[in-house]
């Protein structure tokens, strides 16, 4: 099956992507699965599997996080609960560990986006080595070599912010069924390779215009 395990939705502060169009663009662009991993929350993947049931969609929809530790993100796949920011990355993992999470280090060597720098000695299930919104190849590079060396599974992710880039690049997994338990158990096993390409550079700036555009409406909320 071909997932797109770091997908962004419109639960993110620098987000506009809506549920509905995250599925339509999945299913159009040859996807059977997504992770919503959003900043700090699982709620936006919370929302886009009770969608998709609605929906009747046979898209896997895995709710997911993107933790911001002290040092950088990490992604955790389906924990059973909400994780704290701004713990250390060992803490982090801790406790995805304790609410069963899948953890996975996404761009880590990409400092405009958290990443956390480093991925020896992290309890972990996976290295994210294709980001999408890596704008050249260095990061990524460095990210499938470090992966190599250290026998860690290698998965790739759009990180999209929009919907119409969902699936940029993706993780084949080998599961031995199409379910949610499944997948989560494959990518566990290693049984995952990386997909995909870059976003074009027009997205990936336009993403940061609406990123700053819902910063500075959050702050003049705030001022008045």
Do not use: W
Not at 39 to 46: F, K, V
Not at 124 to 134: F, H, Y
């Amino acid at each position: 099956m071909r997932i797109d395990l770091h997908v962004h939705s419109c639960f993110s502060k620098d987000s506009n992507a809506e549920i509905d169009s995250i599925l339509k663009f999945a299913k159009k662009n040859g996807l059977d699965g997504v992770a919503i991993c959003d900043h700090d929350t699982r709620e936006g993947g919370l929302a886009c599997a009770r969608r998709a049931k609605e929906l009747g969609s046979d898209m896997i929809v895995i709710p997911g996080i993107e933790v911001t530790s002290s040092k950088g993100h990490i992604l955790v796949l389906a924990p059973d609960g909400d994780i704290e920011s701004g713990m250390t990355p060992e803490k982090t993992i801790e406790r995805a560990r304790e609410l069963e999470g899948v953890v996975i280090i996404p761009h880590p060597f990409k400092i405009t986006s958290h990443g956390i720098g480093y991925v020896e000695g992290l309890d972990i299930d996976a290295v994210e080595v294709l980001n999408s919104r890596c704008v050249t190849g260095g990061s990524n590079n460095k990210a499938k070599k470090v992966a190599k060396e250290l026998c860690l599974p290698q998965v790739g992710g759009s990180d999209s912010h929009e919907a119409k880039m969902v699936g940029c690049s993706y993780t084949e997994v080998d599961a031995s069924e199409r379910t949610l338990e499944s997948v989560l158990q494959a990518i566990r096993d290693g049984k995952v390779t990386s997909g995909g390409r870059r976003t074009p550079v027009s997205y990936v700036v336009k993403q940061m215009i609406v990123g700053t555009g819902k910063k500075i409406k959050r702050a003049f909320g705030m001022r008045t």
